[in-house]
């Protein structure tokens, strides 16, 4: 069964974000909005015009190697959310 498609709007809480959870809202061709602990650490991409902004979760498998080679939150590719 498919719950999400294009141009849906996926808004989850803090304990919903995840790497997966993003990457699966994002092939369905919805739009995922999740909130997230104040100790995540999320580069910003890009700052709206009300203050919020866009940022990117990094795979838990890439992320971990490049933070050990000292890559900051901003150098780590990952899935884009607002």
């Known amino acids: 069964m498919v719950l999400l498609g294009p141009g849906m709007l996926l808004v989850a809480d803090r304990n919903f974000l995840s790497h ?4 699966d809202t994002i092939a369905t061709g919805a739009h995922p909005l999740f909130r997230a602990k104040s100790d995540v650490d999320l580069p910003v991409l890009s700052v709206l015009d009300d203050g919020t902004y866009i940022s990117r979760i990094a795979d ?3 992320s ?8 900051s939150g901003a150098d780590i590719p990952g899935s884009q959310c607002g």
């Open 60 to 62: 838990p498998e890439v």
């Open 64 to 71: 971990g190697r490049l933070r050990r080679q000292g890559k």
């Open 20 to 23: 997966k959870t993003l990457k």
